[in-house]
């Protein structure tokens, strides 16, 4: 009987809920054109499309890429041409790193290291 007791306590109690963990950094892909100012020559690169999936950012580099061979990219992208023009895609990878300040209980740490 006193065993009977004891599981039924163990399943009447709260359950702990495991924590969820953060990665220590996460991966985004960019798939960028590089614009040029066709007057001035100077040039930027823009982020057109940015995911976490691989393989939907390499589709959309391959489909890109494709587009700037045959003329068609601004057509896809809706640009105009009259003062910047696409001169190069990438495929870029950003590492994001995941670190946070951890919060302390203690209003003003510097104090408990001061002597009196």
């Known amino acids: 009987m006193p065993a009977l007791l004891l599981l039924a306590g163990f399943y009447a109690a709260p359950t702990a809920q495991a924590q969820t963990s953060m990665p220590l950094y996460t991966t985004t892909y960019c798939v960028q054109v590089q614009w040029s100012f066709w007057r001035s020559g100077g040039s930027y690169w823009s982020t057109e499309y940015e995911t976490s999936d691989l393989g939907d950012a390499q589709l959309v580099f391959?489909?890109?890429?494709?587009?700037f061979e045959n003329g068609?990219?601004?057509?896809i992208l809706g640009c105009d041409v009259t003062s910047?023009?696409?001169?190069?895609v990438r495929l870029k990878t950003?590492?994001?790193w995941?670190?946070?300040?951890?919060?302390t209980r203690?209003?003003?740490v510097t104090k408990l290291y001061t002597s009196k």
């Open 62 to 67: 391959n489909l890109f890429e494709s587009a």
């Open 84 to 88: 910047w023009v696409p001169v190069d």
């Open 98 to 103: 995941n670190f946070y300040p951890v919060a």
């Open 72 to 75: 068609t990219l601004c057509e």
């Open 94 to 96: 950003v590492y994001e």
């Open 106 to 108: 203690y209003a003003n």
